[in-house]
């Protein structure tokens, strides 16, 4: 019997303790205040969102009707910002970082931590935090908004992991990797040629009713009438190429490039007399490679057969590609000739 007072004792004591702490002095309370209003879900407002880290990295994502550009000058990518508004309309905070360790926490985003500012069409802010590392289970990342006095472990409901890597401040996360993206009726050439056969080289042109195709080289006899049909078809891979990655920035970079022989160009102009030219530059086979390029499917050659080197944007960028993409565009002449 004893026993059982001194447990419901102990359990009065507890629960006292609590309401002291986090109801009897609402102004100290750690939830329930503005001090964890770290999600901002009306985001359809959200106009403007800014990324800064303590080593002077910076990006600014700017919405214009349904496109997002970053740092105002390249089209961001998509689905990563579509996956920070989530974030930022779902994300709650988890609970509050013991005294002990609350300082020290404080240091780390003085430090390293992440600024986020986010403003409407207007100008006006909507929110401002800092975005810390991640917690010691891993479930969630510290964050403290402006002004507030709490550090809070902040997470998505569900959701298994930490949020910091959505907060990227390194511009290769956010800029969008699109080579080319035109549809078809936009087109009104394409130009390829082929480094290694000028046999292969060709001019697509597109007309109101038809297509006309001119080989590049002399030498070049066509036996039977063009595929229209195939023509329409080959228009199709222009929409939505990507490039894997950049490689701006990369030290000797064009040592690299001007060591790498020709793979061949590509140029393509638009209704709208927009032109834009990719040049390819073959990959030497490297620790990264998988499997080796056979010329003709039969003769290895001692390049990479997955992937090549493609510079565009008036040579401002530098890029690895996918063969396995980009062989759909360099196709030959030939193959418009037969079924």
């Not at 901002?40 to 994502?61: C, E, M, P, Q």
């Not at 509050?96 to 069409?121: F, M, R, W």
């Not at 964050?143 to 298994?160: I, P, R, S, T």
Request: proline residues 4%; positive net charge.
């Amino acid at each position: 019997m004893r026993k059982n007072i001194w447990y419901v004792v102990a359990l009065l004591a507890v629960l006292l303790g609590i309401y002291a702490v986090y109801f009897r002095n609402p102004s100290e309370s750690v939830f329930g205040n503005k001090e964890d209003q770290f999600s901002y879900t009306d985001t359809a407002s959200i106009y403007s969102i800014f990324l800064a880290d303590r080593k002077g990295n910076k990006i600014h994502l700017q919405r214009a009707g349904n496109i997002w550009t970053v740092n105002e000058k390249y089209q961001a990518m998509a689905p990563n910002v579509n996956d920070i508004l989530r974030v930022i309309a779902t994300q709650k905070a988890m609970y509050p970082i013991p005294k002990i360790k609350h300082n020290d926490i404080v240091k780390g985003l003085a430090g390293s931590g992440i600024k986020v500012e986010l403003y409407n069409e207007h100008g006006e802010q909507l929110r401002v935090f800092y975005m810390g590392g991640v917690a010691d289970d891993n479930q969630g990342s510290y964050m403290l908004l402006e002004g507030a006095q709490h550090v809070y472990v902040v997470n998505m409901l569900g959701f298994n992991g930490y949020l910091t890597p959505y907060y990227s401040t390194m511009i290769e996360d956010w800029r969008s990797r699109i080579v080319f993206d035109a549809l078809p009726h936009q087109i009104k050439s394409v130009t390829v040629l082929d480094a290694s056969d000028s046999l292969a080289s060709f001019k697509l042109e597109q007309t109101k009713d038809s297509f006309l195709l001119k080989p590049l080289a002399k030498k070049f006899v066509a036996t039977t009438p063009m595929i229209q049909g195939k023509a329409k078809s080959y228009l199709d891979f222009f929409k939505f190429v990507n490039c894997e990655g950049y490689l701006n920035g990369l030290p000797k970079l064009d040592s690299l490039i001007s060591s790498a022989p020709p793979k061949g160009d590509i140029y393509l102009e638009l209704n709208d007399n927009n032109r834009q030219h990719v040049r390819l530059f073959w990959m030497y086979m490297n620790k990264r490679s998988k499997n080796v390029y056979k010329e003709n499917g039969k003769d290895p050659l001692p390049y990479d057969g997955d992937r090549c080197y493609a510079v565009f944007n008036k040579d401002a960028d530098t890029a690895i590609i996918q063969l396995g993409i980009f062989n759909k565009i360099t196709r030959k002449a030939i193959e418009f000739y037969h079924r």
